[in-house]
């Protein structure tokens, strides 16, 4: 009995006189509960209290109630996802990242840009645009809803359902 009194005494034992209340309490704890939204290149996208942080996986873990450690510099926040999303696209540290083989072609995003690089190219340095807009490399900007992408001198045609996309951009 006494060690249930303990228990019941601890500081994350909640305490309420009806079920709506106790409810009432868990719902509000929930609020404050950080929440993975998305894992983008380099970064976890975490909602908490009405903010959107996109955090740098090398970073590690981060207490959401410790202000110091929400304001470093390499931490990215806002009231609106899109604009975290965009702050992660315009990154210069973003490593390319390779979302499925397709036929002859890696399929690979970067910057929120899909690129079907031949595999025949070998390795590709995305942060040179001289390699990147090569004729052999075809490219679309991210839109939204389906990806088509064409290459005119073998006119194949890569079909992927990630988002709408705009082809043949130049960079």
């Known amino acids: 009995e006494e060690e249930l ?11 309420a006189t009806s079920d709506e209340g106790l409810k ?31 955090l740098p996986k090398s970073l590690g873990g981060v207490d959401f109630t410790d202000e110091t450690q929400t304001n470093n510099d ?10 975290v999303l965009k702050s992660i696209q315009q990154q210069d540290d973003i490593a390319p990242e390779l979302l499925c083989p397709y036929e002859d072609y890696n399929i690979i995003m970067y910057k929120g840009v899909l690129y079907a690089v031949h595999k025949s190219l070998g390795a590709v340095d995305f942060a040179k645009k001289s390699q990147i807009n090569r004729k052999e490399i075809l490219k679309a900007k991210v839109y939204d809803l389906t990806v088509v992408l064409a290459s005119s001198s073998a006119a194949r045609v890569v079909y992927l359902s990630i988002r709408l996309m705009k082809s043949d951009i130049s960079l």
């Open 74 to 83: 390499r931490i990215i926040k806002s009231a609106l996802y899109d604009k």
């Open 5 to 15: 009194l303990t228990l019941l005494q601890h500081k994350d034992v909640l305490h």
């Open 24 to 54: 009432a309490m868990i719902d509000g704890i929930a609020r404050f509960t950080p929440e993975l939204v998305d894992s983008l290149a380099d970064y976890n996208v975490v909602r908490y209290k009405k903010l959107f942080y996109a």
